[in-house]
Every structure is written in C-alpha cells, then in structure tokens.
C-alpha cells in the first residue's frame, strides 16, 4: 500500500508540473506564432513599401530596388527569428554571436562572389552605363543586355555573347560610347603637294555641309593638320549625333575620296626621291707623301 499511495503521489506531481509546462509553453508557442506570422506580414508591408518607394526615385535602377527591398524583408525575418527563439528561453546573444561568425565564414567563403554583389551594387547606383549603351572597359566591350547583381551581359559588335563579372568592370576605366548625346571625329586625307589646298578645304567642308547628319553648331571645320613626307594631310571636324555617328563617319569617308577626285585633287601614294650615283666612281687622289730633296752627287 506504501508503494502503490507513493506511485499515486508521483503521479500526481508529475502531471501537475506537465500542466503547468504545457500552460507555460502554450503561451510560448502561441506567442512565437503571433510573433512569426505578425513579423512575415511586416516584412512584406516593408520590401514593398521600400520597393515602390526606390522605384519613384529617378536613376534608381529595377535591380537595385529588388535588392534592397529583399534585404529590408530578410533583414526583418532575422529579427524576428531571433525574437520567437526568444519566447522559447533561448538566449539571443549567444544566436547573434553564432550568426555573426556563421557571417564572416560565408564572408570569407563566397569572398569572390561578395565582392561581383558590391560591385553590381556601385554600378547600379552610379550608372556608368545602362541596357542598350556601348561600352568598353579593358577587355571586354560591346552593347550592355542585362546589368546583374553578379555579372553583366553584353553583345559584342560581331554578335558574340559575352558575360563578365562585375567586379572586372568595376575595378577599370570604363568607355561608354553611348551615354552623351553626341560625338566629334576627324577625318584626315591627304592630296598632293601640287594641288590647290584652298579648293581641297572647300570640296570637303562643301560636302560636310550638305549631309543633314552633320551638326551646324558646332559648325565642320578643315584645316591643314600636317605636313607628310608625300602628302598635304587635311583633316575634316565634325559633331554628330551618337545613334548616327557610326554611319555619317564611314559614308563621308567615301564620299571625301569620290569629291576630291571629281575635283581633280589627288590623293598620292608614298613617295621616295633618291639619286642613283654614276657607273665610273671619280678618280681618288693620290696620297700627298713626303717632298724629296736633292740628291747630293
């Protein structure tokens, strides 16, 4: 009877300290779940409130405003994470300490790729270039498709396709022949030393002129740029706009060689003057030696 009254007692105990945990934690998890549901729906609130508002920001490219609007979102699921471990009696020191050198070892890890996600960043913030400009920037060159958070997509001038990371873009000069509205060049031709430099400026700024492709203000200009071994060379100035520069430079250069020589002007190859010296080599002159004297008898 002592056993079986103790067994009862033990019993009793036992499931009284049940109730009272499983009354504890019942608030705990009720509590954890109202925390995590309430924290998903804030953290969705926030990335798209932050999202709608970066994207009303002129410059602010759709990436960028992707990114950080996720970051905002995760950055909040970490908080809140942290705060229903917290209702469990889990110290959240000791979670941000862990989560802290679970960091750097991703850090130190995914180092390469860390540092293409800060570059993608600065070039989405700064804009160097954007979708559909022509760049060049060190080894790598051609019309950007996509700007990334790791690489860029770009399309060369002979139609290859070419991804390269952000970091390799970010770290040289970059070139980009697109981005201002418009572009000078000059275009140098020689004519012979005999021909009229006069009538050469006019032909070419004449027909500078007529092409609606090139700009008036800055008006074309000519001028003699130098003086060759064989030629006269005159180079023609112009501006024109960046989306028809590539077009107005070649067919002008055509259209320079058919004027100047519709206009008699020439255009001379390379020449050389040289004097061939003769077959008889002219005479040397005898070596001056010493005068004798008179021989004494």
Avoid: C
């Avoid at 009354?23 to 998903?40: D, E, N, T």
């Avoid at 996720?70 to 959240?92: E, H, K, S, W």
């Avoid at 750097?104 to 070039?123: C, E, R, S």
């Avoid at 090139?214 to 706009?241: C, I, K, Y």
């Amino acid at each position: 009877m002592d056993q079986a009254s103790q067994f009862v007692i033990a019993s009793r105990a036992a499931l009284a300290q049940l109730s009272a945990l499983a009354v504890q934690y019942s608030f705990s998890v009720i509590g954890a779940i109202i925390i995590f549901i309430a924290g998903w729906l804030l953290s969705g609130l926030l990335s798209r409130w932050s999202r709608e508002g970066l994207n009303k920001i002129h410059g602010i490219d759709i990436t960028l405003a992707q990114f950080l609007a996720n970051v905002i979102r995760y950055a909040v699921m970490v908080i809140v994470v942290v705060m229903v471990l917290g209702q469990f009696g889990v110290q959240t020191a000791s979670i941000l300490a862990a989560l802290g050198a679970a960091g750097l070892a991703i850090g130190l890890a995914l180092q390469g790729t860390l540092q293409n996600i800060a570059a993608g960043i600065m070039l989405l913030v700064l804009r160097p270039f954007r979708v559909g400009e022509y760049i060049d920037a060190g080894n790598v060159s051609g019309t950007v498709l996509d700007i990334g958070l790791f690489a860029t997509e770009l399309k060369t001038g002979d139609g290859i396709y070419r991804m390269a990371p952000n970091s390799t873009l970010w770290n040289v000069p970059i070139t980009n022949y697109s981005r201002l509205p418009t572009r000078m060049y000059d275009l140098t031709i020689g004519i012979d030393y005999t021909d009229d430099i006069e009538t050469a400026e006019k032909v070419l700024l004449d027909l500078a002129k007529a092409d609606e492709r090139v700009m008036q203000n800055p008006a074309p200009t000519v001028f003699v740029a130098e003086l060759a071994a064989s030629s006269v060379n005159l180079t023609l100035r112009f501006w024109a706009r960046s989306d028809v520069w590539w077009a107005t430079t070649r067919d002008l250069t055509k259209a320079a060689k058919t004027a100047l020589s519709r206009n008699g002007l020439h255009i001379p190859y390379p020449q050389m003057t040289y004097h061939q010296a003769g077959d008889a080599a002219p005479p040397k002159p005898a070596p001056k030696g010493p005068q004798e004297g008179p021989k004494p008898d």
